[in-house]
């Protein structure tokens, strides 16, 4: 092997070494993917930086988490496997929340993108009282299917309501499909190893306390 050889093969290496180091330590997500592992979480992301997925154990559980800037509004959405397989499509919102999303989500179906599968069946599904004036007063439960009262645990008022203000703001509930959705519509001010924290915490105990 030639001196020159040599030279050009070290050369390739330092610059592959070089930008390894970049990748890691200055490629916008950086600190989330550091963050993750230092967790044992799975992290992968797309090379613009515009997405990202984490995955992580809980209570026995894997979830996963997806961050997604490629759409508008950008959106954070947590699932968990629902073991009990919820039939039909459900859903809890803010109430101050409902009309606006479903109105913006509505515009968005006429347009060439991609939209979540549940879309159509919350737009249509019926709005529930639950009889529990607490979650009736700042919730909206709706639902594909009539819903038991039985079916909705009581406990999950105080659940939603130790949620942090910034996430509990712009969080639509999904229930369906043998998964439970977590999802949070723009939520670049909230730290989102904090946020699937929480959000994982929360979906274990809501199906754990969700009868069927």
């Not at 992290?43 to 997806?66: C, P």
Request: a positive charge; one cysteine or more.
């Amino acid at each position: 092997m030639s001196s020159i050889t040599v030279v050009l093969l070290a050369c390739g290496i330092l610059a592959l070494f070089l930008w390894r180091v970049w990748f890691v330590t200055q490629s916008p997500n950086s600190r989330i993917r550091l963050q993750a592992r230092r967790k044992q979480w799975r992290f992968e992301e797309d090379r613009a930086g515009l997405w990202y997925k984490i995955e992580g154990i809980r209570a026995g559980l894997r979830w996963s988490a997806e961050w997604n800037a490629r759409e508008s509004p950008p959106f954070f959405e947590l699932a968990i496997p629902d073991q009990r397989k919820f039939d039909g499509w459900c859903f809890i919102s803010r109430r101050e929340r409902q009309g606006k999303e479903s109105m913006k989500l509505l515009a968005a179906m006429f347009t060439e993108k991609a939209q979540p599968n549940w879309l159509p069946d919350w737009l249509h599904a019926r709005v529930q009282l639950t009889g529990i004036p607490d979650f009736d007063d700042e919730y909206v439960l709706s639902s594909s299917r009539p819903l038991v009262q039985d079916e909705f645990p009581s406990v999950l008022v105080s659940q939603l309501r130790a949620l942090p203000a910034a996430i509990i703001q712009n969080l639509l509930v999904i229930r369906g499909q043998g998964r439970l959705r977590l999802r949070i519509d723009q939520p670049e001010r909230i730290d989102p190893i904090e946020m699937a924290d929480e959000l994982a915490s929360f979906a274990q105990q809501a199906l754990a306390n969700w009868k069927i």
